[in-house]
């Protein structure tokens, strides 16, 4: 086995671990019946309700433990429908709670962004740009050049 299969196998079995132990912390942490309801509703449909960002937060993957196991969150800034498909959302979106400021966000909101985008109902995720403000100059400067998320 040479190096790099080495180093393969070691990362494809840590995010293995990693993804496993998000699952548990998100299973223990949510009603596994109401996470299903929020998932298989269409997020069309919970426009303008007190469900939809619960059915965003359900649509994510093991970004999610992270968002509840730190006490952070995400709030809709805008909606807006997709230039190409009135049936696809456009969503410019917040971190709250601890999410704000930490050193962790790039990753967080490349995952919130990449799964959200993974449902057919959403056409694009970008941040607000005052998510920004939070952040020291270093902070934003590292995100910025690092992260693959939009600000607007």
């Not at 995400?74 to 997709?82: C, E, F, N, P, Q």
């Not at 057919?120 to 270093?138: G, N, P, Q, V, Y």
């Amino acid at each position: 086995m040479t190096d790099d299969e080495l180093v393969a196998k070691y990362a494809a079995e840590a995010k293995a671990a990693m993804s496993t132990e998000a699952k548990r912390r998100i299973d223990e942490l949510t009603d596994p019946v109401e996470e299903q309801r929020l998932r298989s509703t269409s997020l069309l449909n919970m426009i303008g309700t007190n469900e939809f960002v619960p059915a965003l937060l359900a649509r994510l993957g093991d970004v999610r433990a992270a968002l509840d196991g730190h006490g952070g969150g995400i709030a809709v800034s805008s909606l807006d429908w997709g230039e190409s498909n009135a049936s696809e959302l456009d969503l410019v979106l917040d971190l709250t709670g601890a999410c704000l400021s930490c050193g962790a966000a790039p990753g967080t909101l490349e995952g919130v962004k990449t799964d959200l985008e993974a449902d057919e109902e959403i056409c694009r995720i970008r941040f607000s740009s005052a998510l920004l403000d939070t952040f020291d100059e270093l902070g934003r400067e590292f995100i910025l050049a690092h992260g693959a998320v939009e600000f607007v």
